[in-house]
């Protein structure tokens, strides 16, 4: 049964880096998806954030104006999101998904709270 | 950016009704790029309905998507106890992807 499991620190100070990892477990990421980030703030609805390809190829939202890298961690079956100079308003669940071939998320990690907070 | 925005904002209604949700886009949408999610409290979403019409193994046949370039519907044909929930649509046909604002299935 493929699973993805978000990890990594849950608060996180203003103006730092988060940095969150997806571990995929029975499926490699070396194979034709794209693997993805979508945040949600407490009580509010989703935004994606964006998603990267087998490859390593990135597509962003705009939204972020360049505060985001995502990469790929082949060789340990993993993916990352690294936010930069986060505030209050990065406070947020994040899931990471695979993006599969239907234009679809059909598969998503539990999620992870980050606050960001001093 | 496409807009989406999903109507009602709440929808109160009794278990074995039958439930219509909306989303509407602000420009045209391939339907093969419309995809709804499920959401119960403290869970991921979950995807329903892809290609604006198609289910996933495992989705029961009670829901059902429709629709095409602006206008899309999901509708739950005898709502069970489980499906109360939020349920939001998400448009991947262009950059960057967004999704409508949810609507929430809630019993009356």
């Known amino acids: 049964q493929v699973q993805l499991q978000e990890s990594g620190p849950g608060l996180v100070k203003p103006s730092d880096t988060l940095s969150l990892t997806c571990d995929v477990s029975?499926?490699?990421?070396?194979?034709?998806?794209?693997w993805g980030w979508i945040r949600q703030s407490p009580g509010k609805g989703l935004e994606w954030i964006g998603y990267?390809?087998?490859?390593?190829?990135?597509y962003y939202n705009p939204s972020l104006e360049g505060r985001a890298t995502m990469s790929l961690e082949k060789s340990n079956n993993q993916f990352s999101l690294k936010l930069s100079s986060v505030s209050a308003v990065d406070t947020a669940f994040y899931y990471c998904?695979?993006?599969?071939?239907?234009?679809?998320?059909?598969?998503w990690g539990q999620g992870t709270l980050v606050t960001v907070s001093s | 950016e496409i807009v989406l925005t999903q109507s009602p904002g709440t929808l109160s209604l009794s278990p074995g009704e039958r439930a219509t949700l909306s989303c509407r886009a602000s420009?045209?949408?391939?339907?093969?790029?419309l995809t709804w999610y499920q959401q119960k409290p403290g869970r991921a979403p979950r995807l329903l309905i892809y290609?604006?019409?198609s289910r996933p193994t495992g989705i029961p046949h009670r829901f059902s998507g429709s629709g095409s370039g602006t206008d899309f519907t999901l509708t739950i044909s005898r709502l069970e106890p489980e499906d109360f929930a939020l349920y939001y649509c998400?448009?991947?046909?262009?950059?960057?992807?967004?999704f409508g604002g949810g609507t929430k299935v809630e019993i009356k």
């Open positions: 998904a695979r993006w599969h071939h239907t234009n679809a998320f059909d598969l």
């Open positions: 029975s499926y490699s990421i070396n194979t034709n998806n794209y």
């Open positions: 990267l390809t087998y490859s390593g190829g990135a």
């Open positions: 420009q045209s949408v391939s339907s093969d790029y």
């Open positions: 290609g604006a019409s």
């Open positions: 998400l448009q991947a046909v262009s950059s960057p992807l967004t």
